[in-house]
């Protein structure tokens, strides 16, 4: 078997370089494993990051390279490839890569962003890249002087759209509502209203893409009166929402119904040691610092769950080989699990066959979780990584304990 990681993360977007910032900072042994040449994700194709905070000036690609190498500064391995198959349930985890190449990991975390969606209109794949785009970012200067089409009109749209008029000398945007309605946010409707190079087509959608080797022109239906049109232009910039990338674990952890990862605050998701940051969530705010602030949260409960794991292997289960092991699930709020923990104590004695482990439930949710602990306090006898006896409740008593102990040794 190849090296096992502490943490494998999946993307090298800023979610995915931020968890790999905190990750080998904590000492764990972290890798990102990214598909594109250079890690950064989208961050990389977008100039103009006017609202990552502290940073009034500085573009996507400056972000992602510090990013990078601040990652690298603290020991995060890069690794290349695509990942095709996973499988969380076996420990360690394994992952696959496209070329067939494995990688083993104790924790992973889920970072691989959403990508464009596409509107499958006539024309649209055969012209892909010629003439039909996605990422106004990485294709404006393809069309200095010449005119082009936005679809969509949410705030990437319209972003994109005022971005494209840098270098178009005209950009149309189709939309589909009523004159003077946008799905964009009023600051960034105003922007492109007040930009004389953005003009519209009201109560539209673009039907097919068509043109020779190049797009030249597209086929527009007005939605009221059914009437439809050629305009020439040349290109088409489409933008109407993303699709989470995350076919690779579908049926393993839960998704919502668009296929985006389901996760609680500490980015956990449905499997015990898979954690999952940015755009690839169910979440209301896709930008960089929402993605930067996931990847930090999941790198810390993911170090959490590692430490609570190594408490299960060496104090639980590793010395089971011998003796039992009785672990008491206690909390300080909970006066009788105080009072269990000395009753037991009380009723070992000095009997060196057995261990007796007290386990914080407030602190260790995760060792509580991995027992189905649902009550304080609970005992557990653990032997052999099994548990071979229980006793839960609050009328947990020093004679219970005793018979508890008695049918133990
Ligand atoms: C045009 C545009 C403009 C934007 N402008 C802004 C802005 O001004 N401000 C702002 O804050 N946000 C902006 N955003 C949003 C921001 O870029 C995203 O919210 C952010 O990049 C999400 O980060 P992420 O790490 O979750 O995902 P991503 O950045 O999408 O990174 C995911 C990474 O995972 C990799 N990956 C995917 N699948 C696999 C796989 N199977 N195996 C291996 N690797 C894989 C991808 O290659 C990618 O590098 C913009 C987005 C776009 C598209």
């Known amino acids: 078997m190849s090296d096992v990681f502490d943490v494998l993360i999946i993307g090298g977007g800023p979610a995915g370089l931020t968890a790999g910032i905190y990750a080998s900072r904590s000492k764990l042994k972290t890798a990102i494993l990214e598909k594109k040449r250079k890690p950064g994700g989208q961050m990389s194709t977008t100039w103009e990051l006017e609202n990552y905070p502290g940073f009034k000036e500085a573009t996507g690609p400056d972000i992602a390279k510090s990013l990078s190498e601040h990652a690298e500064k603290f020991g995060c391995e890069f690794l290349k490839g695509e990942v095709k198959e996973i499988d969380l349930h076996s420990n360690p985890k394994v992952v696959t890569s496209k070329k067939g190449e494995e990688y083993h990991a104790k924790s992973v ?13 006539p024309g649209e794949h055969e012209f892909r890249g010629l003439g039909v785009g996605y990422c106004a970012t990485c294709d404006a200067d393809f069309y200095t002087d010449q005119e082009v089409i936005v679809i969509g009109s949410g705030d990437a749209a319209v972003e994109e759209a005022i971005y494209l008029t840098r270098f178009a000398k005209k950009v149309t945007i189709v939309v589909v509502h009523e004159e003077g309605k ?22 539209s959608v673009v039907e097919e893409i068509k043109g020779d080797e190049l797009v030249d022109r597209v086929v527009v239906k007005n939605i009221k009166t059914g009437e439809t049109s050629e305009v020439k232009t040349d290109g088409v910039f489409i933008f109407v929402g993303t699709i989470p990338k995350t076919e690779f674990i579908e049926g393993q952890v839960e998704l919502t119904e668009q296929g985006y990862v389901k996760v609680n605050d500490q980015m956990e998701t449905s499997v015990p ?5 940015g755009d690839v969530n169910d979440k209301f705010l896709r930008q960089v610092v929402t993605a930067c602030a996931d990847g930090a949260i999941a790198a810390t409960a993911c170090e959490r769950f590692l430490e609570e794991r190594q408490d299960i292997e060496e104090k639980i289960e590793e010395p089971s080989q011998e003796k039992s092991v009785i672990v008491v699930f ?8 105080m009072e269990a923990i000395s009753q037991l104590e009380e009723v070992v004695g000095n009997d060196n066959q057995v261990k007796i482990v007290n386990i914080d439930t407030y602190k260790s949710t995760g060792i509580a979780d991995n027992y189905q602990i649902n009550e304080i306090p609970s005992i557990i006898a653990v032997r052999n990584k099994k548990v071979v006896a ?20």
Do not use: C, H
């Open 390 to 409: 229980s006793l839960t409740g609050k009328e947990v008593n020093k004679e219970k304990l005793a018979d508890f102990y008695q049918d133990l040794v």
């Open 330 to 337: 206690w909390s300080p709020t909970v006066k009788e699990s």
């Open 182 to 203: 946008m799905d964009a946010t009023k600051v960034i409707q105003e922007r492109a209203f007040e930009n004389p190079k953005i003009d519209y087509i009201w109560n």
């Open 273 to 277: 040691g898979v954690y999952s940051a």
């Open 109 to 121: 975390i889920m970072a691989t962003g959403a990508e464009p969606r596409t509107l499958g209109l």
